[in-house]
């Protein structure tokens, strides 16, 4: 598994590397896989694993002799139709490698052109709910200090209780909040949508990596769909 990771790095050099770790992690787990962003890189590593092994079994089927500078030279083929089909799996399959790579791209740029690292949905939604629910969560935290205050010197006066140090911060903190949450929000969800609009147009290629005997796609079809 680590040197499939080495290989993503390598090949999307501008993906953040926790991602990569996270979609590790997940599709260890099973549960990247039902995440709208992670189960695309998820797919792409599986696409690596499949490649890797179809090679290894070409290497398997290879006969070699002792070139005359004493290293290994293949000579042929145990089963010459088998290495054909292989060869013929491997071009579909790194075709298919192509046009995951390809969404990866796009999801990255998206992400950056927000502001926002990138993530899985998972993260996307949290973050969202976050800045939806801070405008409560800060005044909470206000009416705690009043209530603070209050205990501390119960004769205290309304105007020395919203003039107190503390109070004033949470409030300014408040107000800033509430001046930039409609235009952060509303970008979250953009960005959100333009997410999910990437993970439909690559559902079936995506289905066809994560569950080969359900679905079966040339990479003919592939092109096809994604140029739709």
């Not at 293949?74 to 088998?82: L, N, S, T």
């Not at 990255?108 to 629910?133: A, Q, T």
């Not at 969560?137 to 209530?147: G, H």
């Amino acid at each position: 598994m680590n040197e499939n990771l080495f290989k993503l790095e390598a090949e999307i050099k501008g993906m953040a590397k926790r991602l990569l770790l996270e979609k590790v992690r997940g599709y260890k787990e099973g549960s990247g896989k039902q995440d709208a962003i992670l189960r695309i890189p998820i797919a792409f590593l599986m696409l690596e694993e499949s490649i890797s092994e179809k090679y290894d079994e070409v290497k398997d089927l290879t006969d070699f002799e002792v070139s005359d500078e004493g290293e290994p030279k293949a000579c042929g083929f145990k089963e010459p139709e088998r290495v054909e089909g292989l060869q013929e799996e491997i071009i579909g399959l790194k075709e298919k490698r192509k046009q995951i790579e390809a969404q990866l791209t796009a999801l990255e740029e998206i992400f950056e052109s927000y502001g926002v690292g990138i993530c899985s949905m998972s993260e996307l939604d949290n973050l969202l709910n976050e800045k939806l629910d801070l405008p409560r969560q800060l005044a909470i935290k206000i009416n705690r200090e009043v209530r603070r205050l209050l205990d501390g010197n119960p004769a205290m006066l309304l105007a020395e209780i919203w003039s107190a140090p503390t109070v004033m911060e949470l409030e300014s903190t408040r107000s800033k909040a509430l001046g930039t949450i409609d235009s952060e929000v509303n970008a979250l969800k953009t960005l959100k949508e333009e997410v999910n609009t990437i993970s439909r147009g690559c559902e079936d290629l995506v289905k066809s990596i994560l569950h080969p005997r359900r679905v079966v796609l040339d990479p003919a079809r592939v092109s096809e769909m994604l140029a739709a």
